[in-house]
Every structure is written in structure tokens, then in C-alpha cells.
């Protein structure tokens, strides 16, 4: 492909093709989700709550991969669908745990062939070596980032 006036292909950007890759698995995860009345983004905040609960806000959006205030609309969101609960902090009136109810976790056990359906969709298309590397250099990427960003803040 031709370079643009700048002389930069923005279809090879590792952000742009990452970007453009996210959009469509979670598009396609979403697909599967939608009789379940969750989005991609509250479900992976919901399933990090089921794997530990009494997590913090900061935590769940450390876990999550989210900003904290994505996760402070998310949370609220999954605290109307009656998903989660939360409970004051004893320590700080102004921080607050939270946790999974029943209803929280059946619709994660129940989705949970959903995520894993999207999953081995996207595996179809390479082999078990390409994927585990390529598993292996987005976690690298990602520890990378995480640095640059702590570092800059």
C-alpha cells in the first residue's frame, strides 16, 4: 500500500490494526451476549467481580483493563440490572466493595460458553503456536504500556 501524504501507512499501525481487531471481536462477543442483556465491557467488569469479590472500584478497573470512571458507569449499571452489590469500606466512608449476587452469577455461568465461543472463533483462523504467541507479545506490550503510563502520571 502507498504511503499518505506523510509517509505513513496508517493500515500497518500496530494501534490502528489492534484498534480495528478489538472492534470486531467485541462486536462479535457482543453479538452473542445480546439475549443476555450485557455488553462486552460490563460483562468483563462482572466477571472480574465473580472471580474475587470485595474488590475496590480502583481494583476491578486495574483488572478490567477500564478507567475509573468507565468503571464507576459500569458498576452502576450492573447495580440496576441487580447484578452486584456494594458495601461502604470500614475504613473510607467514601470507598466501597463490591461484590456478586446469584443473578451476577448465573448470568456469568451462563455466558461463559458465549466468551469461549468468540474465543475459538478467532482461533479457527491461526494455529495453536501463533496463538499462544501472539498471547505471549500482547502481554509484553501490554507490561510495557503499563510502565510508560505509571511512569507518566
Not at 470485595?54 to 483488572?63: C, P, T, V, Y
Not at 468503571?71 to 473510607?92: A, F, M, P
Not at 460458553?113 to 509484553?140: F, H, Q
Given at each position: ?57 480502583k481494583e476491578i478497573a486495574e483488572r478490567s483493563g477500564k478507567d475509573r470512571p468507565t468503571t464507576t458507569r459500569i458498576l452502576d449499571l450492573l447495580e440496576d440490572k441487580g447484578l452486584i452489590y456494594k458495601q461502604v ?65
Amino acid at each position: 500500500m502507498a504511503d499518505n501524504a506523510h509517509g505513513y501507512d496508517l493500515d500497518l499501525s500496530l494501534g490502528f490494526i489492534m484498534g480495528t481487531t478489538y472492534r470486531k471481536m467485541s462486536a462479535f462477543f457482543q453479538n452473542g451476549l445480546k439475549e443476555y442483556g450485557i455488553t462486552p465491557e460490563q460483562w468483563s467488569v462482572l466477571y472480574q467481580i465473580d472471580k474475587e469479590e470485595g474488590l475496590m472500584q480502583k481494583e476491578i478497573a486495574e483488572r478490567s483493563g477500564k478507567d475509573r470512571p468507565t468503571t464507576t458507569r459500569i458498576l452502576d449499571l450492573l447495580e440496576d440490572k441487580g447484578l452486584i452489590y456494594k458495601q461502604v469500606g470500614d475504613n473510607d466512608r467514601r470507598s466501597f466493595h463490591v461484590y456478586i449476587n446469584d443473578k451476577g452469577r448465573s448470568l456469568i455461568r451462563d455466558t461463559i460458553p458465549v466468551e469461549r465461543m468468540s474465543a475459538t472463533e478467532v482461533k479457527k483462523c491461526i494455529s495453536d503456536d501463533e496463538y499462544e504467541s501472539l498471547m505471549k507479545l500482547l502481554k509484553i506490550i501490554n507490561r510495557h504500556l503499563d510502565k510508560i503510563v505509571v511512569d507518566r502520571e
